[in-house]
């Protein structure tokens, strides 16, 4: 945003020989913030676990090509049953639910 770009600027203005590394997942104009830096870009698809993405939608999970993976059980204790999902996950591997 804004406020980096500032910093930035400032930045390599009053110490020109700085050194900025810099990592994102989600800079849509890369290559224009890399000139604008006078930086290099380095880019991997790189993972060392597989990425799995999955979508819920009422009781069905649903994988990326729209398939029905499987149902999911409600409980009382777990009306959507997200707890259920997680639990299949954790503590062994990271998660992320967007809602």
Not at 19 to 41: F, K, Y
Not at 47 to 54: D, Q, S
């Amino acid at each position: 945003g804004v406020s980096v770009e500032v910093l930035v600027s400032k930045l390599l203005f009053a110490c020109p020989e700085v050194q900025i590394l810099g990592m994102s997942a989600t800079i849509p104009n890369l290559p224009e913030v890399a000139r604008w830096m006078c930086a290099d870009v380095y880019q991997s698809d790189y993972r060392p676990v597989p990425l799995k993405e999955h979508v819920k939608v009422g009781q069905e999970l649903y994988d990326v090509d729209r398939a029905v993976v499987r149902s999911i059980e409600a409980t009382e204790d777990d009306p959507q049953g997200l707890a259920a999902l997680v639990n299949e996950v954790c503590p062994d591997h990271s998660v992320l639910i967007f809602c």
